[in-house]
């Protein structure tokens, strides 16, 4: 339960990076109050994903799930540039997150 956790906090980390810009520099208020909906229940849902989930690796893979959703969000909504390395180092962050969360299993132990 704490990945799914974990994943849903990194889905409103998406959330409020990708409609900061829609606040207008907070003048919008219907965005501002979206941008801080979704900023308080990403760090509730880490906060309760932490509770079993190392801290290092959950704020490593909330953080990396958030920047890879972010890149892509800039890239569809707010037409941001595509190029090989940008999609090169995106693949990276995305195969580092997936790394972080096979190796963070811990292994049962023996009794």
């Known amino acids: 339960m704490a990945w799914f956790y974990l994943l849903l906090a990194a889905c409103c980390e998406i959330a409020f990076a990708g409609s900061l810009k829609l606040t207008q520099n907070f003048s919008n208020l219907k965005w501002s109050v979206i941008f801080v ?8 849902l880490l906060n309760k994903a932490v509770q079993q989930i190392p801290i290092g690796t959950a704020y ?3 953080t990396g799930i958030g920047a890879a959703g972010t890149v892509i969000i800039g890239i569809l909504y707010y037409k941001e540039p595509v ?6 180092f995106l693949c990276t962050l ?18």
């Open 83 to 88: 190029s090989f390395w940008r999609m090169f």
């Open 60 to 62: 490593a893979v909330w």
């Open 37 to 44: 909906t979704f900023y308080v229940l990403s760090i509730v």
């Open 94 to 111: 995305i195969l580092s997150i997936v790394g972080l969360k096979y190796f963070s299993e811990t292994p049962a132990t023996p009794a």
